[in-house]
Nanobody, 128 residues
Framework: QVQLVESGGGLVQAGGSLRLSCAAS??????????MGWFRQAPGKERTFVAA????????YYADSVKARSTISRDNAKNTVTLQMNSLKPDDTAVYYC???????????????????WGQGTQVTVSS
């Protein structure tokens, strides 16, 4: 089973940018068969969808709250997924989690229940 490690979180001022990365362990047989997602959880709130990408990278989905200022991408040769977030707002403050599901190259989900493997999360704090 793939293991996920997030990085790239930190403290940033409103209007700034962050690049979050998720690295999958080398134990995975075919990273391109994993749909990958980013979710976030603010204190006292439920974990919510941010962005997702199919195994092939051909399909991407975004939450309305980040769609205009975020880009999800993947490098299957390096077993990594990246979430670029721009024009950050204080409301973006949360722990960001990477998630994976082995489902083939073309299917992708946008709910927490759909994913079976999660990373430990990385904190993003946006100051006003």
């Amino acid at each position: 089973q793939v293991q996920l490690v997030e990085s790239g979180g930190g403290l940033v001022q409103a209007g700034g940018s962050l690049r979050l990365s998720c690295a999958a362990s080398e134990r995975t047989s075919t990273f391109s068969s994993y749909a990958m997602g980013w979710f976030r959880q603010a204190p006292g709130k439920e974990r919510t969808f941010v962005a997702a990408i199919s195994g092939s990278g051909s399909s991407t989905y975004y939450a309305d709250s980040v769609k205009a200022r975020s880009t999800i991408s993947r490098d299957n040769a390096k077993n990594t997924v990246t979430l670029q977030m721009n024009s950050l707002k204080p409301d973006d403050t949360a722990v960001y989690y990477c998630a994976a599901r082995s489902i083939g190259s073309w299917v992708v989900g946008t709910t927490t229940r759909w994913y079976g493997t999660w990373g430990q999360g990385t904190q993003v704090t946006v100051s006003s």
